[in-house]
Nanobody, 120 residues
Framework: QVLLVESGGGLVQTGDSLTLSCVASGRTSSLYATAWFRQAPGKERQFVASLLWNFGTTNYADALKGRFTISRDKVKNTLYLRMNSLEPGDTAVYYC?????????????WGQGTQVTVSS
């Protein structure tokens, strides 16, 4: 079992930067893939970025590439999402997710989410 706890959300202005954190606890040695998703009011959950925990390989949603950066600190068991040049369209609840073998496709562990609000 893996527990994920996000933090770092808040109210910011257009153009600001923000870094979200997601601390993993429990069976962290078995983590395979980790990711950030977001969900805006009335919209479906959207993939933001992913990172293979042991390899560091990253992948981004095309529309967010260049503004968002996913990273991790394996010692602290923490996943990060650095968001630059924030826009009102980035307003959403941001969730971190993870999985472990044998499941390497579906994210079966989710955090509770952290709200990011970007004012114009």
């Amino acid at each position: 079992q893996v527990l994920l706890v996000e933090s770092g959300g808040g109210l910011v202005q257009t153009g600001d930067s923000l870094t979200l954190s997601c601390v993993a606890s429990g069976r962290t040695s078995s983590l395979y893939a980790t990711a950030w998703f977001r969900q805006a009011p009335g919209k479906e959950r959207q993939f933001v970025a992913s990172l293979l925990w042991n390899f560091g390989t990253t992948n981004y949603a095309d529309a967010l590439k260049g503004r968002f950066t996913i990273s991790r600190d394996k010692v602290k068991n923490t996943l990060y999402l650095r968001m630059n040049s924030l826009e009102p369209g980035d307003t959403a609840v941001y969730y971190c997710a993870a999985n472990e073998p044998p499941n390497r496709v579906i994210y079966n562990y989710w955090g509770q989410g952290t709200q990011v609000t970007v004012s114009s």
